[in-house]
T-cell receptor, first 109, second 115 residues
Framework: GNSVTQMEGPVTLSEEAFLTINCTYTATGYPSLFWYVQYPGEGLQLLLKATKADDKGSNKGFEATYRKETTSFHLEKGSVQVSDSAVYFCALNPSRLTFGEGTQLTVNP | DTEVTQTPKHLVMGMTNKKSLKCEQHMGHRAMYWYKQKAKKPPELMFVYSYEKLSINESVPSRFSPECPNSSLLNLHLHALQPEDSALYLC??????????????FGPGTRLTVL
């Protein structure tokens, strides 16, 4: 079956630090990969996506590259801000969305 | 525009009440979804509508009754809920092309509390 494994949180960083949230997946076929972000008290927002191997998704300074050889889609940002504090979900979609468990990120000033 | 709207934002109901959650999108999407999300967990799929027809029911108890009156609207009717049904209920929509490229867009959710 399909599955997504995210690094366990919570993750706490200082403002302007470098962020990596690891995501690996197991899937049959060629899924699309997504990162969603959920700010406190809100719904999920699509952060970025990639639909085929070696694609790089990017948005708001966040990036993730679809690596088929390592079945990974790690989320990175060069300099985090307090406003990036949220829960981040990695997900894949060969036919329905399969989510990872989520990673809570807290950025301190 | 990738907006999905949901009303109400918050809902408190007793176990004997009947209430409805509403979801609307104007992106021309023909697939719509209901998810349930408990605190600190990922969303769990409940129902999928494709072209206004129910295509997936993830063995959800009958006290939850979905309805898709047209291609833009999705309702979730609630009756005789239990306290453990308290959660954030999320609506999403996408193109129902059945390909891996489909992207689901989520609404802000309805925070439901069952007393």
């Amino acid at each position: 079956g399909n599955s997504v494994t995210q690094m366990e949180g919570p993750v706490t960083l200082s403002e302007e630090a470098f962020l990596t949230i690891n995501c690996t997946y197991t899937a049959t076929g060629y899924p699309s990969l997504f990162w969603y972000v959920q700010y406190p008290g809100e719904g999920l927002q699509l952060l970025l996506k990639a639909t085929k191997a070696d694609d790089k998704g990017s948005n708001k300074g966040f990036e993730a590259t679809y690596r088929k050889e390592t079945t990974s889609f790690h989320l990175e940002k060069g300099s985090v801000q307090v406003s990036d504090s949220a829960v981040y979900f990695c997900a894949l979609n060969p036919s329905r969305l399969t989510f990872g468990e989520g990673t809570q990120l807290t950025v301190n000033p | 525009d990738t907006e999905v709207t949901q009303t109400p934002k918050h809902l408190v109901m007793g176990m004997t009440n009947k209430k409805s959650l509403k979801c609307e999108q104007h992106m021309g999407h023909r697939a719509m979804y209901w998810y349930k999300q408990k605190a600190k967990k990922p969303p769990e799929l409940m129902f999928v509508y494709s072209y206004e027809k129910l295509s997936i029911n993830e063995s959800v108890p009958s006290r939850f009754s979905p309805e898709c009156p047209n291609s833009s609207l999705l309702n979730l009717h609630l009756h005789a809920l239990q306290p453990e049904d308290s959660a954030l209920y999320l609506c999403a929509s996408s193109r129902p092309s059945g390909t891996a490229a489909d992207t689901q867009y989520f609404g802000p959710g309805t925070r439901l509390t069952v007393l």
